[in-house]
């Protein structure tokens, strides 16, 4: 997120678009979402407000090898700047999204899979 700190009203907010969103699938059937997420503070703090279509499936501590998002560090840093002097963390907030953004759709989905989530059909 540029220019600001990812938080508990944050989390909140990504929470209730998820919910919201996946209300509206074609023909109204209610979905359930389970969401994996790490243990940062923002996703297990008690201020967290989880929709009742929402349900959390947290990581076991310590196990950057289950987070699919540990993977992709390394690409999005190998695409960000090197040797760069930047003024400001606003300037370094932007480089970090100019590199996020030239990862590509099947980057991030060859490098987050894993087998335990994919989905079964």
Not at 2 to 15: A, K, P, T, Y
Not at 27 to 45: K, N
Not at 85 to 114: F, H, Q, Y
Request: hydrophobic share 40%; net charge neutral; glycine share 8%.
């Amino acid at each position: 997120m540029v220019g600001g700190f990812i938080g508990v009203e944050w989390m909140n907010q990504h929470l209730a678009w998820i919910s919201e969103h996946v209300r509206s699938t074609p023909g109204g059937e209610f979905v359930q979402v389970v969401l994996v997420l790490d243990r940062a503070g923002w996703h297990t703090s008690p201020k967290v407000e989880w929709p009742s279509n929402i349900r959390s499936l947290f990581l076991p501590p310590c196990s950057p090898e289950l987070n699919g998002i540990e993977r992709l560090w390394p690409r999005v840093r190998v695409k960000g700047p090197a040797n760069l002097a930047l003024p400001a963390g606003a300037e370094l907030d932007a480089e970090g999204v100019r590199a996020w953004n030239r990862l590509t759709i099947d980057e991030i989905k060859s490098t987050c899979r894993t087998p335990w989530i994919e989905r079964s059909n």
